[in-house]
């Protein structure tokens, strides 16, 4: 399976910008569809965003859309989560997390990836 590191989380105030990173190793990266969870405390782990593994197609969160961007270099082994515009309410966890190519379940359920980073802590201030 692949190994995933997130990275690039941080402390921000109410509409800045931050750029997530997951580095990915072990397995062939472009076999994977890669899709953004986030977790704030005391909530479930929500879907953010997701891109298949050609970067063809993104899908979004309805709370996420336009302002969030998801894309991946296959040649890096590197797939990214662009927010602008932050909000307070998007504090939490953010987990990126691997779907075989060949898979064709939800891409929006948690229970159809196989493979997750540790998570990177993002904190928006009003």
């Known amino acids: 399976q692949v190994q995933l590191v997130e990275s690039g989380g941080g402390l921000v105030q109410a509409g800045d910008s931050l750029r997530l990173s997951c580095a990915a190793s072990?397995?062939?990266?472009?076999?994977?569809?890669m899709g953004w969870f986030r977790q704030a405390p005391g909530e479930e782990r929500e879907f953010v965003a997701a891109i298949t593994w050609s970067g063809s197609t993104t899908t979004y969160a309805d709370s996420v859309k336009g302002r969030f961007t998801v894309s991946r270099d296959n040649a890096k082994n590197t797939v990214f989560l662009q927010m602008n515009s932050l909000k307070p309410e998007d504090t939490a966890v953010y987990y990126c997390?691997?779907?075989?190519?060949?898979?064709?379940?939800?891409?929006?359920?948690?229970?159809?990836?196989?493979?997750w980073g540790q998570g990177t802590q993002v904190t928006v201030s009003s």
């Open positions: 997390a691997a779907r075989d190519f060949r898979d064709s379940s939800s891409r929006y359920s948690s229970s159809s990836y196989c493979c």
């Open positions: 072990g397995r062939t990266f472009s076999n994977y569809h």
